[in-house]
């Protein structure tokens, strides 16, 4: 069964902005505080953003703190990431899940920042 469900990703200069969609299960989505994570080419997958179940409550990476901004909405069980000033560096996959990254990774989706 399918927990996570990314979309929005593509190809962004550097400068630019995407926002990321991550459709969740009722059930997961409810319980947990959501992520947002990204896995660089030959890098290990790292937590970008999280917000509480709460959804006031939001961290950040230190690498997009004050560029990227986490958000959820509780009718609809998405959980989105609007990234504004893209970097080259920021090129990766992204994925969603809870906060503590406990379910089945879905696809991801690609995010490439190049000119």
């Known amino acids: 069964q399918v927990q996570f469900v990314e979309s929005g990703g593509g190809l962004v200069q550097p400068g630019g902005s995407l926002r990321l969609s991550c459709a969740a299960s009722?059930?997961?989505?409810?319980?947990?505080?959501m992520a947002w994570y990204r896995r660089a080419p030959g890098k290990q997958r790292e937590l970008v953003a999280l917000?509480?179940?709460?959804?006031?409550?939001?961290d950040y990476a230190d690498s997009v703190r004050g560029r990227f901004t986490i958000s959820r909405d509780s009718a609809k069980n998405t959980v989105a990431l609007q990234m504004s000033n893209l970097r080259p560096e920021d090129t990766a996959i992204y994925y969603c899940?809870?906060?503590?990254?406990?379910?089945?990774w879905g696809q991801g989706t690609q995010v490439t920042v190049s000119s």
């Open positions: 917000i509480r179940t709460g959804g006031s409550s939001t």
């Open positions: 009722d059930s997961i989505f409810r319980l947990y505080a």
């Open positions: 899940n809870t906060g503590l990254g406990n379910y089945p």
